[in-house]
């Protein structure tokens, strides 16, 4: 049996890690096929060494572009790979262009597909991601969903249950297993200067956050709002297009709100695992923090984590500054003492056993 892995983001690099790690400990035949969607592969060889994973054998440097254009080139590169390494099966994961490519590439070929993190839905059409997952789970042959909830999404839509496996999320196995390593490697609250307890965590990025002046305008504004309330240091690792927008915007950027530059996943998952409290337009955090009981404000609409609300480690907010502010007064002093629905750690374990049982 051999198996790709095909990813192109950091969070997918985050959540394959634990798959990754039980392929190597089985000594089972693999290859990564990196896209190279939001970084040149030189960059992200870092972070595959911060986390102590083999390299990817194949890089496409597709870059950033426009949906059609990421979506084609990754189509293209892909195809060629698969047809010259002949895999048994592909494994995908998440909701980005990079998962809609390989699902695409490797069912048009006949080669087996497994989503994993399938199942997820926000039922909000105008995110690509939305689309990206629901069109990755129909030509998928083993759909990993991370919870029943999950299930029951992908039953509604008529796809077959001897397909579907109840796995947990990796993000589970990949926090515990990555706090490990942090531990070992980062010091990021020293070189901050920060102490456990004693700051709020931003990340904010979205595309539909971002880009759109309002939508950004009230995010800063409400951050404003929480420091003047709270009078806790707001430490926001910003991409370097976000602050391009707020100067663009003419934004300003509030009191105690400290931008700092991205930072490693392991410098980051520390800044997680110690904050007061996160607020984040990511679904990743929105896990990770429910995870290592951190409270959580969600600076969108709608989220395909809804997991996160019903145990009530996360609230939505979305971007407007006075109901940002409600939902950290709603949050801070939360009791910490939810249990996570995402299962016990050994989602990576289960996947691969039940490839090796199915192929």
């Known amino acids: 049996m051999k198996i790709s892995i095909i990813l192109g983001t950091r969070p997918e690099i985050i959540k394959m890690s634990p798959i990754v790690r039980e392929l190597e400990n089985k000594g089972l035949d693999y290859f990564i096929l990196h ?13 595959f060494e911060d986390l102590e994973l083999p390299a990817a054998k194949y890089n496409l440097g597709v870059g950033s572009g426009s949906h059609a254009e990421e979506t084609g080139k990754m189509l293209i590169g ?53 689309i990206n997952r629901v069109l990755a789970d129909h030509v998928s042959d083993y759909l990993f969903a991370p919870t029943e909830k999950a299930k029951e999404n992908l039953l509604r839509e008529g796809i077959e249950e001897n397909k579907i496996f109840v796995t947990g999320n990796t993000i589970v196995d990949a926090v515990y297993q990555n706090l490990e390593i942090a531990r070992r490697k980062a010091d990021a609250l020293n070189k901050l200067n920060l102490s456990p307890g004693g700051y709020i965590l931003v990340t904010a990025h979205r595309q539909e956050n971002v880009d759109v002046k309002g939508r950004l305008k009230g995010i800063l504004e409400g951050l404003g709002l929480i420091y003047n309330e709270l009078n806790l240091p707001i430490i926001y690792p910003i991409h370097p297009r976000t602050k391009k927008k707020i100067k663009e915007f003419g934004l300003e950027v509030p009191n105690g709100v400290e931008l700092i530059e991205p930072l490693g996943f392991l410098e980051f998952l520390q800044l997680e695992a110690n904050a007061k409290l996160v607020l984040t337009d990511s679904g990743g955090v929105q896990e990770e923090t429910c995870i290592l009981k951190v409270p959580c404000v969600t600076l969108r609409d709608n989220t395909e984590r809804p997991e996160t609300l019903e145990v009530e480690s996360n609230v939505l907010a979305g971007v407007n500054q006075d109901k940002i502010l409600e939902g950290v007064e709603k949050m801070i002093s939360k009791q910490r003492n939810w249990n996570s629905p995402f299962g016990d750690g050994k989602a990576g374990e289960e996947i691969v056993k039940i490839l090796i049982g199915g192929i």
């Open 35 to 47: 896209t190279g969607q939001h970084y040149s592969y030189n960059l992200d060889k870092i972070f």
């Open 78 to 130: 892909i195809e060629k790979v698969l047809k010259e390494e002949k895999p048994d099966i592909v494994l995908v994961e998440g909701d980005t262009n990079t998962v809609l490519a390989g699902a695409l590439a490797a069912s048009k070929l006949h080669i087996k597909v497994g989503h994993v993190e399938a199942g997820l839905r926000s039922y909000d059409r105008t995110m690509p991601e939305e």
